[in-house]
């Protein structure tokens, strides 16, 4: 889990150092708006518990039932359901393409793929 996080970290890190180069998710326009502090550490935990419920799943479908391994897959979906109502609001703020993708894609949400379009064939409308 600390490398899941590890990794949500950087790469929600990276793209967020090149994000002036990017496209906004909707409009395809260079140069998408400000972007607070929160949204950042927000996008970082939802990519971060979407990567750890992926892990956790693979874990259990290859060991026998282990509650201690039950109970961290709970708590990931659990964070996942409580993240959800601000997803739309966070996708809205990160707007630049790969943020967009990267999020959206990490985490389960009913949502994901709609309203939103990106130019790369990813993440088009439903």
Do not use: N
Request: with cysteine.
């Amino acid at each position: 889990m600390t490398a899941v996080s590890a990794a949500a970290a950087w790469w929600v890190g990276f793209f967020a150092v090149i994000r002036h180069r990017g496209v906004h998710h909707i409009t395809l326009e260079p140069h998408p708006g400000t972007l607070h502090e929160q949204a950042l550490g927000t996008a970082v935990g939802t990519v971060a518990y979407g990567m750890a419920t992926r892990v956790i799943e693979a874990a259990l479908r290859g060991s026998v039932d282990d509650p201690t391994l039950r109970a961290a897959y709970c708590r990931a979906i659990e964070a996942g359901i409580c993240a959800e109502p601000e997803l739309p609001r966070l996708i809205d703020e990160l707007a630049e393409l790969r943020l967009v993708d990267l999020v959206s894609t990490t985490a389960r949400w009913r949502g994901r793929f709609t309203k939103y379009a990106g130019g790369t064939g990813a993440g088009q409308v439903e």
